[in-house]
């Protein structure tokens, strides 16, 4: 599927989202469409936008219940900045536990394995084609 999938729904109460504060939240949902083989649609949902606002933004997915996170702030730009963190934050932790559902020792193995790339290109305990090839032959 293409990004062009997750359509973004505004919806104000008690004040109307203007089209630039629209703008501001796509630009900054846009962040999101790394997980648009996930997302099917994002709703904004903005209570007085203009005055204090409490944001809410719900992620609709292709199974599974939506996601939310909702904020108040003093701007609606900062509480969209604040909340597609949020989001973003709730996605990857989902996505996480996709991964490690199937084997329970992914996360261990996928943290020791980047701990060993930090080291450099040949840790310590890596073996060379060698003594992988001698280990076989004396069996």
Do not use: C, W
């Not at 709703?43 to 005055?51: I, M, N, Q, R």
């Amino acid at each position: 599927m293409s990004d062009e999938a997750v359509t973004i729904e505004f919806k104000g109460r008690h004040d109307h989202i203007t089209e630039r504060m629209q703008e501001h939240a796509a630009k900054k949902l846009s962040r999101l469409a790394r997980f648009g083989d996930r997302l099917t649609r994002i709703e904004v949902v903005a209570d007085h936008a203009h005055k204090n606002p409490e944001v809410e933004l719900i992620a609709h997915q292709r199974r599974g219940a939506p996601l939310v996170a909702k904020d108040r702030g003093t701007s609606f730009s900062a509480t969209i900045d604040l909340l597609v963190d949020k989001l973003e934050a709730q996605l990857r932790k989902q996505k996480e536990k996709r991964k490690d559902h199937k084997n329970p020792d992914a996360k261990a193995t996928r943290q020791k394995a980047a701990s060993r790339g930090a080291k450099g290109a040949r840790g310590g305990d890596d073996e060379t084609y060698e003594e992988v090839v001698r280990k076989s032959l004396r069996g």
